[in-house]
T-cell receptor, first 116, second 113 residues
């Protein structure tokens, strides 16, 4: 059973370009979470999605950031017009469809975004 | 709003020592708490999840406890090994959706031979 997969593992973009980060949850998981880890800072929640629905986006910056989890295919975190401050490690996690209070979140290896 | 604090920020011990990592949280209405390990440049590995109805969980040399009334959790590592060197993170649910985890800043553990 493959774990949570993220690609690319490393992404370099110039200021003003778009970044697309992909996350494939563990098999059978229908809940996806995105977190960001800025240099020298802790992990911060960004968004929680279920298939075709955004459940909680309270951690998403108001502009330039969007996320989706379509019925088919991976979850996508999209950052438009990237700036240097977007350089960070972006982690995706998934959990089972039970949505229970005791469900462990399983994390992917992360995508390290560098904005030049 | 849930806030999670971990102390110490860094810890260096000789191999073989038993050690305790501390985590405190502000919202006592916590329904579970997770401990993770993060190796440099890598993702997070879930170590233990303690449900609110439990007081502790054990896995091998690891034991985690949860005291909701005091807002504290501890991770006990027995007979530490150099391979235990990593950053240890605790996380509790925060916000209105239970899927949202609030992380502490982590404890950087170094176990030297």
């Amino acid at each position: 059973n493959a774990g949570v997969m993220q690609n690319p593992r490393h992404l370099v973009r110039r200021r003003g370009q778009e970044a697309r980060l992909r996350c494939s949850p563990m098999k059978g998981h229908s809940h996806v979470y995105w977190y960001r880890q800025l240099p020298e800072e802790g992990l911060k929640f960004m968004v929680y999605l279920q298939k075709e629905n955004i459940i909680d986006e309270s951690g998403m910056p108001k502009e330039r950031f969007s996320a989706e989890f379509p019925k088919e295919g991976p979850s996508i975190l999209r950052i438009q017009q990237v700036v240097r401050g977007d350089s960070a490690a972006y982690f995706c996690a998934s959990s089972p469809p039970t949505g229970g209070l005791t469900d462990t979140q399983y994390f992917g290896p992360g995508t390290r975004l560098t904005v030049l | 709003k849930q806030e999670v604090t971990q102390i110490p920020a860094a810890l260096s011990v000789p191999e073989g020592e038993n050690l305790v990592l501390n985590c405190s949280f502000t919202d006592s209405a916590i329904y579970n708490l997770q401990w993770f390990r993060q190796d440099p440049g890598k993702g997070l590995t879930s170590l233990l999840l303690i449900q609110s109805s439990q007081r502790e969980q054990t896995s091998g040399r690891l034991n985690a406890s949860l005291d909701k009334s005091s807002g504290r959790s501890t991770l006990y590592i027995a007979a530490s090994q150099p391979g235990d060197s990593a950053t240890y993170l605790c996380a509790g649910p925060g916000g209105t959706s239970y899927g949202k985890l609030t992380f502490g800043q982590g404890t950087i553990l170094t176990v030297h031979p």
